[in-house]
């Protein structure tokens, strides 16, 4: 299909569509300036992944993953959003006032927004939000831009967990230093993000299954989409035969199940498919 028409069928569905449920990874971050995982001179080039995002690379020299971290924190520091974040966020506030109009059933914004008991299954059964914006990255850009119903599956380069008392913190500064410690307990801090071989919070799975599971639209947007479980998401909306638009430069596992897809980049393609 010639691309303006694959623009255009973009463009309608994401009009019609009542609830919108986004998947992002690291290329709509590419623009701003920040290095993707896997494409050429990714950040993943010159590390290996067991030394710098595992918990056992971390056990082994956590002064290595903190010199790693706090490089990424200088570089998401200088960061701004850019287009295609900024469209993100105001196609959130169109379908809130889409909704507003249909007097749709709308959530507030933010964690717990479920029934985050953890006796529910998380699976649609209670309302969720028309706009859900589910993403791997965790630089803050999307946030920074506007969006506000942000689900972060790999948590958040800017918070810091204790790895004994548990204590989330945030208010640092952006360079920590060499084997940072917790004000609570003296504990080594590590970033509060989720490493290889770790699992994802709970609250967070029952969000983002609740939102890909209510959605009757699917954005994916710059994800080589082979982490799992945020690549599953758009499986699991195609096969309730929801449609997905993806975005990349290349295509990827979720192009098999695209409705339509874009093929370029993120920061050019996206406002095109959102109107003023
Ligand atoms: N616009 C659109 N897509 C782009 C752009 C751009 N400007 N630049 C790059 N891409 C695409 C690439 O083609 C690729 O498919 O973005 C994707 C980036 O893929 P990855 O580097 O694998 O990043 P991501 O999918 O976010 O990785 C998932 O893996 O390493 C872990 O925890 C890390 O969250 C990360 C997860």
Not at 14 to 29: D, F, H, P, Q, R
Not at 60 to 80: E, G, M, T
Not at 205 to 233: M, N, Q, R, W
């Amino acid at each position: 299909m010639a691309q303006s028409k694959s623009i255009t069928q973009a463009k309608k569905l994401l009009k019609e569509a009542k609830k919108v449920c986004v998947l992002t990874g690291a290329g709509i971050s590419a623009e701003s300036g920040i290095k993707t995982f896997r494409d050429a001179g990714g950040l993943w080039e010159d590390h290996a992944v067991e030394d710098v995002a595992t918990p056992e690379g971390f056990t082994r020299d956590p002064k290595l993953v903190w010199r790693f971290y706090n490089a990424r924190r200088k570089s998401a520091d200088v960061a701004a959003p850019n287009a295609a974040h900024l469209t993100l966020a105001r196609l959130e506030l169109a379908k809130q006032r889409q909704s507003k109009q249909k007097s749709y059933p709308v959530l507030g914004h933010g964690e717990g927004n479920g029934n985050g008991n953890g006796n529910g299954n998380g699976t649609g059964h209670h309302k969720s939000a028309v706009f859900t914006l589910l993403t791997q990255n965790i630089d803050g850009l999307h946030q920074q831009a506007g969006s506000t119903n942000v689900v972060e599956l790999h948590g958040s380069i800017w918070k810091v967990r204790c790895t004994k008392c548990g204590l989330i913190t945030t208010d640092h500064p952006i360079e920590l230093p060499i084997l940072p410690k917790c004000e609570a307990c003296s504990a080594l801090l590590r970033p509060h993000v989720v490493w290889f071989g770790e699992n994802l919070e709970s609250e967070i799975l029952e969000k983002a299954e609740a939102a890909a599971l209510a959605c009757d639209l699917f954005l994916v947007i710059g994800t080589s989409a082979i982490v799992h479980p945020a690549a599953s998401y758009p499986l699991l909306a195609a096969q309730r035969k929801v449609p997905v638009i993806e975005i990349n430069l290349e295509n990827t596992p979720v192009t098999a199940v695209s409705a339509v897809t874009l093929l370029g980049k993120a920061g050019e393609l996206l406002p095109k498919l959102v109107s003023e």
